[in-house]
């Protein structure tokens, strides 16, 4: 029984003494071989995570020609916190700078702080002019960085270094505490003003427009540049790259205590437009001959966006890294406008109206009919005349397709009444004039097709004299230039709606297919009471303007292809711009490839001033898809002017 008792005592001691062994070397591991990294993971210690962006991806044309890339840049950056550490080794007291704010009740509140702009300037600044480095830099953004990061969070001094400066700074940097450069990803517009109205531009990470729920999800949250302005806008959420982590660790006191973990971000992906640079290039190329403008171009058989450009322009690499206050006050505070898209606004349309009030006459038997000029029409107290009546003479009675040609205002005003405004209504509404194409750019406007409700809320009662109006695209009727070249491609491949698209497709940098959009119809005419015998009717109409003697458009007439058009010139309130031009037109006549619209402010006539820059787009394009080459080249800002457009001359096919 003793032995027994004695065998379990001896047992237990030896339990107890392996215990105190196992733990007296678990302690001496701690204490001694590993002190230094528990040593800073005392009580108080956390881990804090900060954003890094992606880079942005890229914006090519149909062709995969890039448009708009993220190239290498070097960026001089300042690691706060080291800086200040440097400065304590040589100051006994760090300077310090007053400010002030508000709290949430309204309260004021006065605080100090280290005043880092003079910290930097002292520590920094004379080692960054020794090597030619020193530049022009916001010294509240660089406190307002310091307050919120702490110094975690590099400061961006300079964005803009060259590679030779880089490199300077790489050969001579003596130890200049806390700076360093970095490569990074900027944005460059690789053909300056090319496109710029649809691709847009670019401005600096603002903290304001991130979702708070999102900034919660990073201690330390370094937003991505963002875009203002078009596609960059439009598509932001793809082109934005997929943002990395970085994990620091930092002691009870707040020191910096090392990186725990890095996640490197992403690119994001790239856009595809349907745009065609090369035809880009010869659209804003043809435009440069008029001071203020606009030109579209569509394939009618997809509803692909060719071409888009309005005169003047701007260069959004101006806008990289920031703006200059000179540059925003010389865009912004041009009366000319050069940052407005003209082709995305309406205008009264002219003459070019007439094709859509044509194709409503189909919706009822108007279009079987003759009507008579009569130099114009009476409508209350009011003549309004036909053009032909200030040359003495009238057009007589004619058909709809004759009247095209010869662009009757009296025989529209006629057949327009005789056709009714509410058919003209669902005309214009299925043609998706009065409403956004739905294309995915900023700033597009609807214009405005009137109607007795839309005139009732004026405080007017609707008459025949303003379905007249309507008929020749004056009074409050207006159109895009982009509505009218959706309306010519519309009548170009005999009567399918193609909803307008500029986005092809969205890949990601490993091809896989993000999104894509396939051409979609939205309506077609020939299943919505017209014809083809109808359609072709008014297509044939737009012929003659340019084919037959006594159209208005005979400077049009192409020696490469069959071109088809109808000239537009809008009578504006303006005593220095009296008239507006249009021209809108399409090519060949059996199987289109190509309908365009072009506008001209302060043209003459629609013949004059808009349609040989129509003829040259098309002719190049005709050429191009023949086998000619076009080079795609830098394109400087178009410069714009109040000049008034007789004519345009455009002798040259390649530009």
Known sequence: MVTHFRLRLYLLAILVMAGFGALTLRLFEIQVNQSDYYSARVPGSKFESVRIPGIRGEIKDRNGLTMV???????????????????????DEMPKHDWSRYDRYGQKENKTETDIVKVVEET??????????????????????????????????RRDLSFKEFARFAENNIGIPGVTVTRTGQRRYLYDSLGCHILGYMALSDLDQVPTEKKRE??????????????????????????????????????????????????????????????????????????RGAAVAMDPQTGDILSIASVPSFNPNVFIPEVSLKDWKRYTEDPLSPMFSRALNPYSPGSTCKVPIALAGCLSESWKYRFSCG???????????????????????????????????????????????????????????????????????????????????????????????????????????????????????????????????????????????????????????????????????????????????????SELTVLSGKTGTAQTAKPTQP??????????????????????????????????????????YIAMKQGNDVLVKRVPEAIGNTNRIMSVSLSLIHI
């Not at 890339?69 to 100051?91: C, G, Q, W």
Request: net charge neutral.
């Open 218 to 291: 990073f201690n330390y949250y370094v937003g991505d540049d963002y875009g203002v302005q078009g596609i960059e806008k439009t598509m932001d959420q793809y082109l934005q790259g997929k943002a990395g982590k970085l994990i620091i660790e930092k002691d009870e006191k707040g020191k910096f205590v090392g990186e725990v973990s890095k996640t490197e971000p992403k690119p994001g992906s790239d856009v595809y437009l349907t745009i065609d640079a090369r035809l880009q290039f010869i659209t804003e190329q043809s435009l440069r001959k008029v001071g």
């Open 579 to 620: 008239t507006n031009a249009w021209f809108i037109a399409f090519a060949p006549y059996d199987v289109p490839e190509i309908a365009v619209c072009v506008f001209v402010e302060n043209g003459n006539s629609g013949g004059g001033a808009a349609s040989p820059i129509a003829k040259n787009i098309i002719d190049n």
């Open 375 to 557: 130099a114009g029409a009476q409508y209350g107290s009011k003549f309004m005349k036909c053009w032909c009546a200030g040359k003495g003479y009238t057009h007589g009675s004619i058909d709809v397709s004759s009247a095209l040609k010869v662009s009757c205002n009296g025989f529209f005003y006629r057949y327009a009444n005789h056709t009714g405004i509410r058919n003209i209504q669902t005309m214009t509404g299925l043609l998706g004039m009065g409403r956004t194409t739905g294309i995915r750019v900023t700033g597009e406007n609807p214009g405005n097709i009137p109607n007795p409700e839309w005139l009732r809320m004026q405080g007017h009662l609707w008459s025949d004299a303003f379905t007249a109006l309507t008929a020749i695209g004056q009074g409050a009727t207006e159109a895009s230039p982009l509505q009218m070249a959706w309306v010519t491609s519309t009548l170009a491949n005999g009567g399918k709606v193609y909803q307008p698209r500029i986005i092809k497709k969205v890949i990601e940098k490993n091809g896989e297919i993000v999104e894509e959009e396939p051409p979609k119809v939205k309506h077609d005419l020939t299943k919505e009471g017209l014809t083809e015998k109808q359609v072709e009717l008014v297509k044939r109409g737009m012929w003659r303007v340019v084919n037959e003697s006594g159209g208005t458009a005979g400077r049009a007439r």
């Open 69 to 91: 890339d993220s190239t290498p840049n070097y960026e001089l950056r300042f690691d706060l916190r080291e800086i200040v550490d440097a400065y304590k080794k040589t100051h």
């Open 124 to 157: 920094v600044f004379p080692g960054l002019q020794d090597l030619g480095l020193l530049a022009d830099y916001s010294a509240s953004s660089m406190q307002v960085h310091f307050r919120s990061s702490r110094g975690i969070v590099p400061f961006t001094y």
